[in-house]
């Protein structure tokens, strides 16, 4: 993707970054507007976006990436939670179309909160028929490996 992805140019080597790790595949860096400080984004080395159009190997070493900064974090940061995030589209809050997980250490007292305000089905039958729609969609050529 090059000069128009942000975390590609960090790749790249042309925007600096604080890596936290680092390997023939995957990068981890620090996070330049953090939800909590020590906030670290996950990124394949090639451009790939969005997920469902990434490999299974690479969401593979991303997933194994992430534990490992989640461990690290734990240790060094003493954190007493994690959040990991991983959003797809301009609606779901992706702002840096490269695909990319958030590993976010969480502390008793930073304040944080997520604000999320928990929906409803009206019954049974409507939560059966988006699970229906759900499982056409894996049963009409999905990308996964289920």
Known sequence: MGDECVFCGIVEGRIPAQKVYEDEHVVAFMDIGPVVK???????????????????????????VVRIVADAQMKGLKADGINVTQANGRVAGQVVPHIHFHVIPRFEDDRHSWNWKAGSYENREEMAGYAEKITGGMESGGTGNA
Request: proline share 11%.
């Open 38 to 64: 020590g906030h670290v984004l996950v990124v394949p080395k090639r451009h790939y976006d969005p997920i469902t159009g990434t490999p299974d190997e690479v969401l593979s070493r991303l997933i194994r």
